[in-house]
């Protein structure tokens, strides 16, 4: 398994350009997410999805579109860059049962430079 | 929606002494975890641990639900503990909401 696959690894990008993050997940989990890290801070969650056809906005959604595709994918958008969304983006996964033992697994993480 | 905060933000420790990291949320949770971010930045996950005591080699965890607070245990620490140490809640909805971090810098 590889568990939570994200790509591309490393974007550089101008202002106003567009472009899709993808996120893919092999662990038959319900529910994805996006964060984003700044330096010295913690994640600060993007969006996310509780079940396949659900999006919902978490902290700091401006700026940013996402597209729940099935059960295994959720790609995060940005349909104008801006410098202010230099940032390392995580995409993570769950499995939500109410059972015991639900761990988030994360992705690998994208480093993104708006220039 | 639930406010984490943990403490201290900074830990700077020599080699083989223990720490201990808190976490405090500010309402009734169903999912406690805690996270290690490694130097290179990778996110792994240390604890699922809304309740009760777990330990795993030299890390322990307990979390206090009804006083809103978890701590982790690092014991005789090791240069390979160092990074960043995170907790994540979330209550009813499955939002899960994180700490800004401990940074633990183990000195040889």
């Known amino acids: 398994n590889a568990g939570v696959t994200q790509t591309p690894k490393f974007q550089v990008l101008k202002t106003g350009q567009s472009m899709t993050l993808q996120c893919a997940q092999d662990m038959n989990h319900n529910s994805m997410y996006w964060y984003r890290q700044d330096p010295g801070m913690g994640l600060r969650l993007i969006y996310y999805?509780?079940?396949?056809?659900?999006?919902d906005k978490g902290e700091v959604p401006n700026g940013y579109n996402v597209s729940r595709l099935n059960k295994r994918e959720f790609s995060l958008r940005l349909e104008s860059a801006a410098p202010s969304q230099t940032s390392v983006y995580f995409c993570?996964?769950?499995?939500?049962?109410?059972?015991?033992?639900?761990?988030?697994?994360f992705g690998s993480g994208t480093q993104l430079s708006v220039l | 929606g639930i406010q984490v905060e943990q403490s201290p933000p900074d830990l700077i420790l020599q080699e083989g002494a223990n720490s201990t990291l808190r976490c405090n949320f500010s309402d009734s949770v169903n999912n406690l975890q805690w996270f290690h971010q490694n130097p290179w930045g990778q996110l792994i996950n240390l604890f699922y641990?809304?309740?009760g005591t777990k330990q795993n080699g030299r890390l322990s965890a307990t979390t206090v639900a009804t006083e809103r607070y978890s701590l982790l245990y690092i014991s005789s620490s090791q240069t390979t503990d160092s990074g960043v140490y995170f907790c994540?809640?979330?209550?009813?909805?499955?939002?899960?909401?994180f700490g800004s971090g401990t940074q633990l810098t183990v000195l040889p």
């Open positions: 641990i809304p309740s």
């Open positions: 993570a996964s769950i499995l939500f049962t109410g059972a015991t033992n639900e761990k988030l697994f």
């Open positions: 999805s509780a079940s396949e056809g659900t999006t």
């Open positions: 994540a809640v979330s209550g009813s909805a499955r939002q899960l909401t």
